[in-house]
């Protein structure tokens, strides 16, 4: 199973941006699909972003409310994931989680076998 490490997480004002990162250890990095999920207090855990194997290329998919805001990238040779959040919003404040999986596509967090600890993101003037 993959181990998984977040980072980048960290305050900022309504507008801003910021990048986290996953490094990935001990499994098979470029087979998996990667994933970032976040949680807010008293809400669920919800899909954020997906980027699929990178065996053969990549394709992304993403939430409606973070489309054309959010990115998701993978360095294979490096074993990362990245999320670049761009123009941040107060409703995007959570918890955000780097997951890894076996599907090739899913926007089910039940799909994704391997999780991080979390990275809080918190948005505020």
């Known amino acids: 199973q993959v181990q998984l490490v977040e980072s980048g997480g960290g305050l900022v004002q309504p507008g801003g941006s910021l990048r986290l990162s996953c490094a990935a250890s001990?499994?098979?990095?470029?087979?998996?699909?990667m994933g970032w999920f976040r949680q807010a207090p008293g809400k669920e855990r919800e899909f954020v972003a997906g980027?699929?194997?990178?065996?053969?290329?990549?394709?992304?998919y993403y939430a409606d409310a973070v489309k054309g805001r959010f990115t998701i990238s993978r360095d294979n040779a490096k074993n990362t994931v990245a999320l670049q959040m761009n123009s941040l919003k107060a409703e995007d404040a959570a918890v955000y989680y780097c997951?890894?999986?076996?599907?090739?596509?899913?926007?089910?967090?039940?799909?994704?076998?391997?999780w991080g600890q979390g990275t809080q993101v918190t948005v505020s003037s």
């Open positions: 997951a890894a999986g076996a599907r090739t596509y899913s926007r089910d967090y039940r799909d994704f076998t391997s």
């Open positions: 001990g499994g098979a990095f470029s087979s998996s699909i």
């Open positions: 980027i699929s194997r990178g065996l053969k290329g990549t394709a992304t």
